[in-house]
């Protein structure tokens, strides 16, 4: 029973353009969620994040929309560079439910091509 | 201030033994959690410590276990080793059990465990 899907296990976008990383959960407890970036031989490392009580947060040239509706959260990068290639985890938390550990994604594949 | 540091980064072991992992929270973190990271499954989440108690167990067999010390360091266990627990086992700290509010938690580099 996964509840976090990314459903695109890759993407590949051309530098400069926009990339749109995509994640569903199925959990309603969920009140807090993650993107995480991750480099081969790294830990994942925190990008941003949105409470549910948001539906848009901005953070330089990463965005985080949130449709608590669809429960669908999407991650929109502008403009795509080149060292934005790595692998995006998205996660959830229930921060209202007693502090539930993070549940991850399995993750989407990002390449943006020079 | 110095990060989450996992020990071993790399570890060969065999069929049927026993390996343990260790973990260091940066200083003041009290909560200590580990996730296990293979291909095509993401990170699963194996238990969480906070003040030395296990607060969250995973969906793993009982060959997976965990403790945590007074000074916040974590050690994960896995006894009688499978091929299917080659992975990168990965370390993650907070201040709070569950997570920081802002950015989650704080994720060492990992081990990475092949069983051959």
């Known amino acids: 029973d996964q509840q976090v899907k990314q459903n695109s296990p890759s993407l590949s976008v051309q530098e400069g353009r926009i990339s749109i990383l995509n994640c569903d959960y199925t959990?309603?407890?969920?009140?807090?969620f993650l993107w995480y970036k991750k480099y081969p031989a790294e830990g994942p490392t925190f990008l941003i994040s949105i409470s549910s009580i948001k539906d848009k947060n901005e953070d330089g040239r990463f965005t985080v929309f949130l449709n608590k509706s669809a429960k669908h959260l999407s991650l929109h990068i502008v403009p795509s560079q080149p060292g934005d290639s790595a692998v995006y985890f998205c996660?959830?938390?229930?921060?209202?439910?007693?502090?539930?550990?993070?549940?991850f994604g399995k993750g989407t594949r990002l390449s943006v091509i020079a | 201030k110095a990060g989450v540091t996992q020990t071993p980064r790399y570890l060969i072991k065999t069929r049927g033994q026993q390996v343990t992992l260790s973990c260091s929270p940066i200083?003041?973190?009290?909560?200590v959690s580990w996730y296990q990271q293979t291909p095509g499954q993401g990170l699963q989440f194996l238990f969480e410590?906070?003040?030395?108690?296990?607060?969250n167990k995973g969906n793993f067999p009982g060959r997976f276990s965990g403790r945590q010390f007074s000074n916040s360091r974590s050690e994960m266990n896995v006894s009688t080793l499978e091929l299917g627990d080659s992975a990168l086992y990965l370390c993650?700290?907070?201040?709070?059990?569950?997570?920081?509010?802002?950015?989650?938690?704080?994720f060492g580099s990992g081990t990475r465990l092949t069983v051959v």
């Open positions: 993650a700290s907070s201040l709070v059990a569950g997570g920081e509010f802002n950015y989650g938690y704080t």
């Open positions: 959990n309603s407890m969920f009140d807090y």
């Open positions: 410590y906070f003040s030395e108690t296990q607060r």
């Open positions: 996660a959830a938390s229930g921060i209202n439910s007693g502090n539930t550990p993070l549940v």
């Open positions: 200083s003041g973190h009290r909560s």
